[in-house]
T-cell receptor, first 108, second 110 residues
Framework: GIQVEQSPPDLILQEGANSTLRCNFS?????LQWFHQNPWGQLINLFY???GTKQNGRLSATTVATERYSLLYISSSQTTDSGVYFC??????????FGTGTSLTVIP | NAGVTQTPKFRILKIGQSMTLQCAQD?????MYWYRQDPGMGLKLIYY???????DKGEVPNGYNVSRSTTEDFPLRLELAAPSQTSVYFC?????????FGPGTRLTVL
């Protein structure tokens, strides 16, 4: 399968700060997604981004498929951004491989 | 649309008991998945289905079974529960590329 590594494992930010989360994957992929798991455990899809750059409000993501990494940018962080951020990658076939996540805490 | 629904939300089992975790989706998605999430870890795929009548094993299928008799439903069966199956179980569906997750079932085996 694909090895997916995320960094940093933990991040504490002051409200209003910016951050960059990284996802490295060991093989070429045709599907890369970012998820936010809120403190209540719900997993929400943030981006489907196998390549290129997308933005949604204060969040944006970039995937450089040829170099096997993806970045999630959070700007002007808010306490509601707290939770765990996962990336998931898929090559051919139907199996997604998840990283172990970045745990983000935003303090007021 | 209710999206992906899972029942129950919580369950405590004794070692050796059996149970079925229910998952349903109303989005007419062909692909459905069962994942487990252990504390501090990512999600591991247990089983998946690409359509009614078709299922396949993921990374960690031992101790579990699934069926897919309809597009909407994808139940996960635990036979002879073991403490190692204590986890949070997530069901997901997908039309092709994007995963949509249910709220999860927290299972404790004592």
């Amino acid at each position: 399968g694909i090895q997916v590594e995320q960094s940093p494992p933990d991040l504490i930010l002051q409200e209003g700060a910016n951050s960059t989360l990284r996802c490295n994957f060991s093989d070429s992929v045709n599907n890369l997604q970012w998820f936010h798991q809120n403190p209540w455990g719900q997993l929400i899809n943030l981006f489907y981004i196998p390549s290129g750059t997308k933005q949604n409000g204060r969040l944006s993501a970039t995937t450089v498929a040829t170099e096997r990494y993806s970045l999630l940018y959070i700007s002007s962080s808010q306490t509601t951004d707290s939770g765990v951020y996962f990336c998931a990658a898929k090559r051919s076939g139907n199996q997604f491989y998840f990283g172990t996540g970045t745990s983000l805490t935003v303090i007021p | 649309n209710a999206g992906v629904t899972q029942t129950p939300k919580f369950r405590i089992l004794k070692i050796g008991q059996s149970m079925t975790l229910q998952c349903a989706q109303d989005m007419n998605h062909n692909y459905m998945y069962w994942y487990r999430q252990d504390p501090g870890m990512g999600l591991k795929l247990i089983y998946y289905s690409v359509g009614a009548g078709i299922t396949d094993k993921g990374e960690v299928p031992n101790g579990y079974n699934v069926s897919r008799s309809t597009t909407e439903d994808f139940p996960l069966r635990l036979e002879l529960a073991a403490p190692s199956q204590t986890s949070v179980y997530f069901c997901a569906s997908s039309p092709s590329s994007i995963l949509f997750f249910g709220p999860g079932t927290r299972l404790t085996v004592l």
